[in-house]
């Protein structure tokens, strides 16, 4: 039988701050179903787990004051807070927990200067050796772990994503948050990205994006600011992502978890975000049906009949 | 070591005539060899195989008199034929084999009328029946059987061929002749059917077409001749097919057999076609390079170097 | 003056059934209304009247028991029930009749094997000499007869439909019933479509469709099921039919028929798909305006006025 | 029998000047023959037959002195030019002479302000008047009239060419001189237009152009010279012309007509120019084919087979 | 601080008429407050300032009758006409009026016959004339002069704006009305002149516009009637233009004017055109936001920080 | 007076070797020679002025041995080989040298995680204070440096090149290398640059790329190789930079340096690739026209004319 995705839902990370009826979960929560959403997501902040000493500077300000300019001690903190997230799930009810996969490579990320023969090889078997004794918890949990493919991250596309799950054995808690404002900034297929990889999908963030590049940039984006990028996030339904292709591809491969809004456009306030957002995604919303066009449904093949519209006697 | 394709080699089907230089294989070699070719490919008639008998009276004149009005007759003459072509390629020194799958299904191809329920599956199994024996001859003979994935032919694209070498077990003499302007005219993405594919082509057709539709007709055609229907064959660099992508690709995946002009122009004269084709193959072919620009070649991994750059102690 | 279209209806043929409400015309009827339809289009199973013999098969399901396996008997009954709906369009207050033109060259659609010289022209002849006594019929009834242009058929774009109504000597209630989807999916140009033969529409499917052909199939696809294929049917606004252009068009051509759903989608449900259908028909309804931007309306040209400005004396 | 076109030849107007070898008739021919040209057309200066006020200062530096400042003069004198021009072509044994329709209306192109009603027919009338004695003369000396479809004239594309044809009651000597740049820079489908106006294109010109606007400026220039505008003319082969499809479609159609180089491009040098016209005219140049592959050539229809094909009895 | 921009409005020109409610000025208000607008823009008529003489008698439909067949004394009128206005506008209390530039040039907008040397300088600089004393009254009372780009006018792209704010030494009360139809129609990029001239953009308004060019007629139209010309006025959401992309533009660049909706449909009713226009605009409003996700807002630079993440010492 | 630009020259960094004829500069030249370049590009190792320390370990490679492993030796060994390449390029006549801006940001070229506020202010501020003397001392030798704009670089598109334009306060030999291999693989309007950079582009290598980017990989390209990446480096025609816009606008803004192959192919051979280039460039090559169309050019304005079509009295 065919399943159907669901939602709207929310993520909150955007919204949360000290403000009424930002300030608590009741609260927020409480906004949120006013404005149509069926569901919350909320955020961890548990994403440093592998990050190269190039970043420690940037990193820091994400980790408890203890552990800052102390990377072994900031990873060690961050391993015990996904084993802690794994537990707080399963008593939750939840069964996918989303996270990032940390980069040590993604400095190297342009093909130039040369990567010495073996970098990616060993990058990723260093992640893996990370990672897998987390995969190991989260599986004794019953949670699967979703990893958001992020530039930035080494898992950032399809291949890293091949080259991760290679590394940790097709671990089969190793799962993919699908978010395609970042595929569409690298110009990477996201639609052809639910063909491949759909078996995997557990999680989809509902987030809009746009590419506009000019003869002054194009997809690095000169070191400007969000809203000055050739490539930039928009609130659902502003920007270039084929939204309807996606909910369309999820309802054939039977997606069943959540369609999250995340916004953080750069032009529109947050509020008429949320408030645009859950119409947005119950418009898009597919119910799946039962029926099929193809054949006489139910009826055992007719071997006579068979051979009789081939031709054969 | 990569490897590069062979060519230009012309496939004689449509010159072979009753007239000087065309009314001999000599006189026809040497006149391609004048026009620049170094191979030529010479027609067999031996695609009759499998034949739904809606076309029977449209096939009897493919096949000698004697077996006409007779299908099983003439299925057993054609299956004879290519048994004949397996040691006759042997002896040639041959190791490929051009043919024709047939066809079983093809009036069935658009879904309506709905076919029943097990038509398909039925349809593959018995063109598996009639193939499995010649498959295995060509394998005796040390011969590629390289089937053109071809409309009118129960293979005419990639799921086809799948489902075909699927029947066959995989059998390894079951491979492809890729000619991109059949696939051109079904809108298939022919490039991307190389990256898919690549392993089992051992046979390319250099054959262009175009597709234009108007408001009066598409890929149907509406019954009309070629130079009418807006999808048609045209000669090599006069059509919308791209051989530079084409023979990128053929190169980067190390096809090594031939590139073989095949004319079937509705407005250009065949002369002309044949004179402008062997340079407009020569044009297109590409020795590969022994190059890489991505790592240092030869060198064994440092591994201090390695964690260094991943930033690991 | 200028003339609007009328809608939303919604043709019933997906939807009646044995549960309620779908199982009587009165209560599925009152579903319709609910939705928002002010029209419904009730199913025949009259397109029986030209079936080639390797499609006998999979055309007796349509047939009433006593005709199967029978063809001159079941094409006799069709043109019967045919009749007889033409009196009962004129009974029911009715001026349009739809219906299929039957296929007997559809199996040679595409051109290989050649078709023998001559073909073509008997096909039709043919076709005519079966319609001819019925479009005669629906002539005296005051009824059109509409032909879906459908692939399948042999009226399956603008060539075979230009042919046909050439062979009925441009027999006027020999008219079209334009259903884009079936365009889409053979990629003619549906917009030129109305530019050329818009004075022959009379009745209109508002159904959508997409194609997205890969390297693995395309428009044959690869007898592939609905949901499967490259080209499939969808929800109206779901594909990618521009009806924006199309209910352009037909507004400003005059035409004054039904806007009719017909929902065939291969992933949503059709209940949801008729939900959704009504108020989709409904904005993209045109009320024509009478104003023009063009001249001084009403105004006698001023023949001075006219020579002065064309720098005349 | 399919007829092909000849060429290539050269039009003399952007190169005829006062130095060697470009100041003589021999001469500039000689030039022309070295670098492949088998023909030359020669430019006229007749196109003053229909000069709106607003322009009679730019015309008249086309005129000589003596008619200067004087229109009803100048456009008796253009007349008396194309009567001669009419008998000196056919004494040179010409059968076809390229003019321009002049221009009563181009002034009021844009369609504000607001046309008064009949404008438009009055306008043709006028040309009418003034081009029937001349079609006239052109026919009884045996010579078509080519029109030069172009901006500024009041003959700019296929609608007010099919207004004036209908104005001169399809006068059988009044047709087109066909130039692809002139379209290119309206944005007017110049394929389409050879499928639908083939039968009366005479003359070609090969001339490119191209269209690259801008967010500061579109089809109109801005009053700008020819190198800044977004539309401006270049070298055959150097602009966006496609000059493939506009030679298959003229030899699909049987134009026996010349394909003659019209040179004018704002950046590249015109010897440059006239040295790369010739090869590429060459290149592009189709002999057409006489074979067919859509049926038994030359066999009579047999009926009893087409019935068999057709599935009748 | 960022600024949204106000809306929506309705343009009242084309719905003034002779009966209720579009007869006062009152009751038309209150029509289109019920709409859902929440402002009107009221039309004048006094584009009269510069008219070449060819234009004369169309342009004489727009004056008084006192005036008519008196070009200077209508020019007089016009210019008294924009003095009062300037006037008006202060009292009313609003800061912006629309107008047109006039054209002196428009009739040589295509470059062919050659415009003499100077010639495009010199209509400037007339402009500049007549213009800078309407412009300094309207500094005197504080209001910008918006002037509509426009074909037909000598202001009709970016090109002829740069030109025309020169020759009035970049006035300050020199301003842009800005309308993507008319920029649509000329293939300007509609969105990249945002980018460029936005500073001057002080008028908006919301009408659509799409061109369809065919083998026909392309942008210049053929002398044919708004209906059936390739480029065509549509009502808002109808037509081509990406009203999205603009409202994200000029929220990005702070535009805090009005959102107008100008309908001139040539197939929709008005009334339905304005019924629409309401919540059109108001779909496509957007609130800008006061987040940015670029930096740690508002913290100063932590020099140390900073060198560490660039790698100094 | 226009100029036009030279060619075709070949850089040597990818052919130079240990093997005849790729080891001596003679040889190599003559080699070059024979293939039809009429110049060459010798490379240089100087792009060590900034190096963030993620990078140390992987640039070591391109330094002496004695300054590895101790970053502030390097940059100044690199600093003064840029001071005597200077003096080096005087003591040839060459007026322009190659290099790049080195990196101090590019590892944060993902504006995720965030960076803090002045981070690009500094970065841009250091690279202006190491590169000033070096610019300096070039101009003291009448040499423009020219950087090349490529991603790994701080100095990758045209914002970043602005920026630092604006840190070394527009100094004058502070100019372009044009390769628009670099910004199409990062999807940047390579045409558009030209129009906005071209007083400062003073180099050009002509090379060529190609982005195919699929359900798997985008623009980031996972860590793969060359000939895996959706952006990739190919010969001079294979890819698909638009070379015939390039070299028409560099020769519209009279460009009047080299034309420089740099060859770099992941496919094919780059014997074939130096033997295919030379013609390739000369192809492409213009020679500018000193003919315009626009004015009867030479003649002084003639005011009174001016008036009369602009309708002035």
């Known amino acids: ?115 010495p023969a073996g970098l990616v090889e060993e990058g990723f078997a260093e992640l893996a050796r990370r990672w897998l004794p987390i995969l190991d918890e989260f599986d004794r949990q019953g949670v699967d772990v979703c990893y958001e493919i992020h530039p930035g991250e080494d898992l950032h596309d399809g291949i890293t994503w091949e080259r991760f799950l290679k590394a940790v054995n097709g671990h089969p808690r190793a799962c993919i948050l699908y978010d395609p404002s970042h595929f569409l900034l690298q110009q990477l297929d996201y639609l052809q990205f639910i063909d491949i990889y759909h078996e995997r999908i557990r999680m989809f963030h509902v987030k809009d994006a746009e590419f506009n590049p000019t003869g002054r940039s194009g997809v690095y984006g000169g070191y400007q600011g969000w809203v000055d990028r ?25 997606y069943d978890g959540w369609a999250v809004l995340e916004w953080e456009c750069c032009i529109k306030h947050p509020e008429q975000g949320a408030a645009e957002g859950a119409p947005f995604i119950a418009e898009h919303m597919i119910t799946v049906t039962e029926k099929a066009f193809d054949d006489f449904a139910g009826q055992p093949p007719d071997k006579q009949l068979l051979r009789n519209i081939l031709g054969l006697s």
């Open 1 to 115: 039988m065919m399943k159907s995705l669901k939602g709207p839902a929310i993520f909150l990370a955007q919204f949360a701050g000290d403000e009424e009826p930002f300030n608590t979960i009741e609260s927020i929560s409480r906004w949120a179903a006013e404005l149509g959403y069926s569901g919350v997501q909320i955020p961890t902040w548990d994403s440093l787990v592998a990050v190269h000493p190039a970043y420690d500077h940037m990193f820091d300000a994400f980790a408890p004051e203890n552990v800052r300019g102390n990377p072994p001690a900031r990873t060690e903190w961050a391993v015990n807070q996904l084993m802690l997230a794994a537990r707080a799930s399963r008593n939750l009810g939840l069964n996918a927990h989303a996270t990032f996969s940390g980069a040590l490579m993604w400095h190297t990320v342009y093909p130039w200067p040369q990567r």
């Open 230 to 254: 050739p490539g930039r996030f928009r609130s659902p339904g502003d920007g270039q992502v084929d939204f309807q292709g996606i909910f369309s591809k999820l309802a054939q491969y039977g």
